[in-house]
């Protein structure tokens, strides 16, 4: 066996300042709350003191984000607003090498997936969007009927709205909620998760950058009590969520009765089921991709892995050589595959799920690896002789541990894949197109992959079904998100 020798992308090309305020109305602004830092959970180092937004300045973000609104962006045409989404595609693109190395340091995913995954995947979502901006009247929209002046017109915007989004992919989750948003004549508050803020505010430079009129993008950081108050805030029309089911629901609380419109994106505890006359080493490919990508941090990931009984043993063999060569360790390595958990809290999370899948009679395995003594990581796990009622099958880890479960018949297979409260994707491996079409058909899932897993295109619609949220992001149908439809 030869050794990797190691591969750092250098960390020279970003320049990360001692300190961050508020992006609001095109002005980085101090903030009223107390200032929290971001660190990089790789090493634990702090990277920069980021200003808290209190509900004073959430106010004053929301204030220019309505007359951004009112005297600029609601009424230029939509082939202008698409200018300024291309501009902003473009920068992306040629910023991409720094914006994917700040993303590393301040998430701890792989250099390799920020940059082949996150950022390809940013630029396209506006290039994507800002080609419908000019099209809206043609998506196949029509303004609600309860609009008494123009019911059956064309649609319009809705207005302001605000954008919570989380830590696992903070570019792209910007990206999903601000493309569409702009590109339907929306402007936006937009609160990044609180430890990882970077990549956002520079996004924010990059909007000025673009010469974006003031308002129409404002990013205000801070932690929970920051999102709680946007998402409250009386003059938010729209309300947009990624995040954890537990504070969706809050949120659908507060949202309640306001006349806002709201679309949630939660959690996932996804089945990847594996037939027995899948092609093996493609499908082991798929399940690590499914689970250890970004790791696991995923709201699709392939938590729960359902094999076949005839071809269990084999895959799990299989399977188990695969894991023993994931490369764990610095992000910023071009050769790493799995990075560091994003904070100590979820790393204590995933530690605490994983125990109890222990003590609840699982068989925990891990290949023989050698974690870095500072920062957060966990080994690549998975667990066999898993039941149904384990926590481990049923709770979202969010982290890399998968759940192994068996099954006879393609009816036992669907059976036990939408045996969830979650329903935001699955995965289908068989040669059979007909049993692909046959299990699509059952599976309680917003997004279901066949012989693949993971795979993102900003046209194709993304969302859940039950406890995994609703609405649709991508595609023509995430145009209806930000429509008055
Ligand atoms: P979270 O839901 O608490 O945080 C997501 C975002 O919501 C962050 O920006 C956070 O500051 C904000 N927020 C927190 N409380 C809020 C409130 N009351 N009102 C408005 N905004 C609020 O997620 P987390 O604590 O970072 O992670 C916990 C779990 O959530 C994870 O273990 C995972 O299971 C799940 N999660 C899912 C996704 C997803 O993409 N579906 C993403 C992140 C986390
Ligand atoms: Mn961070």
Redesign the pocket.
């Known amino acids: 066996m030869f050794e990797y020798a190691p591969a750092p992308e250098s960390r020279d090309i970003v320049d990360i300042k001692p300190s961050y305020g508020l992006f609001i109305n095109g002005e980085f602004v101090d903030g009223h709350g107390e200032s929290f830092k971001s660190i990089n959970p790789a090493s634990e180092e702090t990277l920069a003191e980021i200003a808290c937004a209190a509900p004073q300045d959430v106010d004053r973000a929301v204030h220019a984000a309505r007359q951004a609104y009112d005297a600029v962006w609601s009424g230029l045409p939509g082939r202008e607003r698409a200018k300024y989404l291309f501009r902003i595609a473009r920068i992306i693109q040629e910023r991409s090498r720094e914006l994917a190395v700040l993303e590393s340091i301040d998430n701890g995913k792989p250099i390799r997936e920020s940059r082949d995954v996150d950022l390809p995947l940013v630029a396209a979502h506006f290039f994507y969007y800002a080609g419908w901006a000019d099209k809206l009247a043609y998506a196949g929209f029509r303004r609600s009927p309860t609009d008494g002046a123009g019911g059956g017109a064309d649609p319009r915007p809705i207005g302001v709205a605000g954008q919570?989004?989380?830590?696992?992919?903070p570019l792209l989750?910007l990206a999903w909620k601000i493309a569409p948003a702009l590109a339907c004549g929306n402007t936006v508050v937009l609160?990044?998760?609180?430890?990882t803020p970077l990549t956002a505010l520079a996004f924010a430079d990059i909007c000025r950058q673009a010469d974006l009129p003031p308002g129409v993008v404002n990013i205000i950081t801070?932690?929970?009590?920051?999102?709680?108050a946007?998402?409250a805030h009386p003059d938010v029309d729209k309300v947009a969520?990624?995040?954890?089911?537990?504070?969706?629901r809050?949120?659908a609380r507060?949202v309640a009765r306001t006349g806002k419109r709201l679309t949630l994106?939660?959690?996932?505890k996804a089945a990847n089921v594996i037939f027995d006359d899948a092609p093996l080493d493609q499908a082991i490919e798929g399940i690590v991709n499914g689970i250890f990508f970004n790791q696991g941090?995923?709201?699709c990931a392939g938590s729960r892995l359902l094999v076949q009984e005839s071809v269990a043993e084999e895959l799990l063999g299989r399977l188990k050589s695969r894991m023993a060569t994931l490369r764990i360790g610095d992000p910023l390595d071009k050769n790493t595959d799995i990075g560091a958990i994003n904070?100590a809290?979820?790393l204590e999370?995933i530690r605490m799920l994983s125990e109890i899948g222990e003590r609840e009679g699982a068989a925990r395995w891990s290949p023989p690896c050698e974690l870095p003594s500072r920062g957060f990581w966990f080994a690549p796990t998975l667990f066999t002789d898993v039941a149904q009622s384990h926590r481990i099958a049923r709770e979202?880890?969010?982290?890399p541990v998968l759940s192994v479960l068996t099954f006879r018949t393609p009816a036992e297979a669907v059976e036990k894949a939408n045996n969830t409260p979650y329903g935001?994707s699955a995965g289908v491996w068989t040669e059979k197109g007909s049993r692909i079409l046959w299990m699509a058909e059952r599976l309680r899932a917003g997004v279901v992959w066949a012989n693949t897993f993971n795979k993102f295109d900003p046209a194709a619609p993304f969302g859940g079904y039950k406890e995994?949220?609703f609405g649709r992001e991508g595609g023509r149908h995430g145009l209806a998100a930000y429509l008055d439809v």
Not at 191 to 195: M, S
Not at 241 to 248: E, I, L, M, Q
Request: proline share 4%; hydrophobic share 35%.
């Open positions: 919570v989004i989380p830590w696992n992919f989750m609160k990044p998760a609180e430890t801070g932690a929970g009590e920051t999102g709680q946007l998402v969520f990624t995040g954890s089911t537990d504070v969706g809050q949120i507060s994106e939660l959690g996932g941090h995923v709201c904070s809290a979820q999370k979202e880890i969010f982290g935001l995994s949220g």
